[in-house]
Structures are given as C-alpha cells and as structure tokens.
C-alpha cells in the first residue's frame, strides 16, 4: 500500500519561504519508476489546483500560480520530493498535498489533473 507523508507546512508572513518534504512508501521499484509525483494545493472556497509536478525523467512543470517562486526538487532517492516556496503570498494560503501517479487513469480529479495518491495535507498560512 502506498502512502505519502507531508512535513513542513505552518505559518510565514507575506514575502517568507517555507520547504515542504515529501516521503512516498509502499512502491514498488517499478512503480516509483513510473511516479510521477508533485504537489496540490486546496484552498478554502477554490477549487484544487495541481501547482508542480515532477517526472522521473526529471522534466518539470508549474502552474502560473507558482511559476517563478516555487520550486520542486527530488531528494537522494526519487521518493522523496521537495517543494520549495518562495515569495509566499496570502492567496498561497490552503492545505498542501502530496502527490502522486498524477494523470493516472482512476484517480481523483483536481483541476486538469487526477491525482491517484494523496498525502494527509499540511496547512500553510500567509496572513494577509
């Protein structure tokens, strides 16, 4: 079973950075091959929005929304994925979300993308 475990969420006035970590288990070594993993985000009243997505491969992809002040990052082992957020403003307030298998058929839908696992969430806050 594969599970995907969040840290590094909390609070951070408007212009601060904040890194979110993410530890997959429970793939397979071909399955975390075809992985691709990322981060969603889901804010009170909006609706979810895929932000950044990381292939094995290592291609990368950013929603406008973050493009520029995030960055997605694999550790040693691609398993883990990093989230580096940058510039941080109160409209990036929402409950975080690792991802992963994004684009797998059967997941769940968020914005364009469905999203096959999920992590718990971790809650980042920029008061405005």
């Known amino acids: 079973e594969v599970h995907l475990r969040e840290s590094g969420g909390g609070s951070v006035q408007a212009g601060g950075s904040l890194r979110l970590s993410c530890t997959a288990s429970?793939?397979?070594?071909?399955?975390?091959?075809?992985?691709?993993m990322g981060w969603a985000r889901q804010a009170p009243g909006a609706e979810c929005e895929v932000i950044s997505t990381?292939?094995?491969?290592?291609?990368?992809w950013y929603a406008d929304s973050v493009k520029g002040r995030f960055t997605i990052s694999h550790g040693k082992d691609k398993n883990t994925v990093y989230l580096q957020m940058n510039s941080l403003k109160p409209e990036d307030t929402a409950v975080y979300y690792c991802?992963?298998?994004?684009?797998?058929?059967?997941?769940?839908?968020?914005?364009?993308?469905?999203?096959?696992?999920w992590g718990q969430g971790t809650q980042v806050t920029v008061p405005s």
């Open positions: 990381i292939r094995n491969d290592g291609i990368i």
């Open positions: 991802a992963a298998d994004i684009g797998r058929h059967g997941g769940r839908w968020c914005g364009d993308f469905t999203v096959y696992y």
């Open positions: 429970g793939f397979t070594d071909h399955d975390s091959d075809d992985s691709d």
